[in-house]
């Protein structure tokens, strides 16, 4: 798909169709949509009038313009109450009319960037919001379709029309960052969508070298004997129980200026979990594919980092395994060293993810961060607590905690903080060990990042469960069934908003 901004009208526009908005209730049409309206001899009003078009959120309505306009079609898309409206709503209003679209088989369409003369919202934040909703909402993962291909139906091009020459250049810039973002997104949900058996371990190693390369990154990947040497024996057990190697992928974006802060990001990437011996039911175990979205969400946000030329020095750390039962697996009542020297007695080995990221956060500190930020998939227990929307968030810092809240604003990607209370260490002290895997039933989400931040040391550091919202049963706004990207976006705005140290 090719988006292009040009100067124009867009009631003069030629096109396949050409969408415009309304609020509910509204009396007065906005005004790219009234020009369309009185260009068109009223057609617009007459839908509305007739009751047929109320302009409820994410409405659609089609226009057949009788050669009025150049355009064949107007869409007609809802937004909604004014007094509710936001950039997540817009958002979603210009992903429902591109998928309206696409599945009418219009193959190309025309918008304007930004609603004139509401100023609700940013020229920059309407133009990204508006970019992001058409790629995120045409979303599909057809990689493995081989019969009826020809059926599949796809927008080509995008005409972002606006009568303001001298906002071209700001529109254009928003218009950049939000294909870098919604491309990073994309690499992510394909990364996740993935069955197992095709982004194993190595495989995901070569497909972040692959995106090093593309982008001027450094990277490396630690053999089995290296992070042998290193200690990495929490890894290396969870991996112990697969024939495939597990692998420990570095990615750093570091731009040449000196003097920039560090932060490192690191995700979860269990490229397929059974729950090991702790065998998990065969109920749904499909889906345990996309327990690798922390890492997938890692490669994505380093890429938009590096294309986006933001002024810091950015690490990932991608731990990566399969969790497979056999006769070499680690089992339930094992003892690990881990790499920061901590001994840890495994009660459940389908706790696994965060012994991987016990060593990730372990070897962390050897860059002297600013800031850890880590994503899992960690805890089912998160999504009994904050539903399948929202991700859990822990960490050590108010800050940094309140840095990714407000991202989390910006980006409609919710997340709400859980409690890291000194009471939680009791339930994961062990009688023979430093610390256990498992605290029990209770509070299982917070015990879980109480375990990781006993490997965090002193530096800021905040855990993102993303369990819920890695993945999505039934279609939203902007975000397909499916694989979902979460946290790409709300990670690439904190770093874009990034202002010095904590």
Known sequence: MKITLQRGRLETFTSESAVAFHFEGDEKLQRDTAAMDRASGGLISEIIQSGDFKGELYQPSLIYTKETIPAKRILLMGLGKRSDFNVDKWRGGASRAAQFLRDKGVKEFSLCPYLRGERKISLEDFSQGLVEGIYLGLYQF?????????????????????????????????VDTAEIISKAVYLTRDLVSRPANRKTPSMLAQIAEDVAKNNGLR?????????????????????????????FIILEYKPPTSGLDTVVVIGKAITFDSGGLSLKPSENMDKMKHDMGGGAAAIGIIQAASQLKLPLHLTALIPATENLPSGSAYRPGDILKSLSGKTIEVISTDAEGRLILADALAYAQRFKPKAIIDLATLTGACIIALGENVTGMMGNDDELKARVGRAA????????????????????????????????????????GTFLKKFVGEYPWVHLDIAGPVWADKDKPYIPKGATGVGVRLVVQLLREWKGNL
């Open 142 to 174: 057809t990689e493995f379709k081989t019969e009826e291909r020809d059926k599949i139906k796809e927008v080509e091009q995008v005409h972002l029309v606006t009568p303001d020459e001298k906002r071209i250049s700001h529109i254009q810039k928003a």
């Open 409 to 448: 604003d910006r980006t409609g990607e919710k997340v709400w903080e859980l409690p890291l209370w000194e009471e939680y260490e009791e339930q994961i002290k062990s009688e023979i060990a430093d610390i256990k895997n498992v605290g029990g039933r209770p509070a299982g989400t917070i015990t879980a």
């Open 219 to 247: 990277w490396k990947t630690l053999n089995l004997d290296e992070m042998k040497k290193l200690g990495m024996e929490t890894l290396l057990a969870v991996a112990a129980g697969s024939r495939e190697p597990a692998t």
